[in-house]
């Protein structure tokens, strides 16, 4: 008699490594709509995700990059960038009528003060409930950008793209309060 292979073949999104269906499945079952977390090289994107059969439906997505429309002229993908993107979301989630959800982070394993949690902090503090624990948040002198100016005293030839744009790094949490406020301002 014949005998077939012994093994299962996963899902193509969970062989891409792309998708965790286990993870996916209890956030789905929460029946609220997903907040969307993801960290690239260059940029961070926050996004409102919600379930549909024939395929999940993007409500609102916005790129770190769109902080340049606020002045912001620090880098993309950095920890105050991320706090500012979560903030930038909330805005625009509660006045399209979102104002609670689930957090999505995807595959990435949960670090304490990481950029997640820096954006989760912008969600929060701009209105979204969402379930956390307050302990995973980044120091508030980090979501300023305090350490990124430390490290330019002892490398400042790392920050020249900061240089070229106009602001330096020692600036930085001045420049973050006055992006953040203008983001709550308008």
Known sequence: MAKGPRY????RRRREGKTSYRKRLKLLLSRKPRFVIRVTNTRIIAQVVEYHPDGDLVRITIDSAKLRKYGWKGDLNNTPAAYLTGLLLAKDAIKKGFKEGVLDIGLRTPSKGSRIFAALKGMIDGG???PHSPEIFPEDSRIRGEHIAKYYKIAPSVFSEYERRGLSPLDLPS?????KMRIIGS
């Open 8 to 11: 299962k073949v996963k899902y």
């Open 128 to 130: 979204l409930k969402i």
């Open 175 to 179: 420049h973050f309060e006055n992006v």
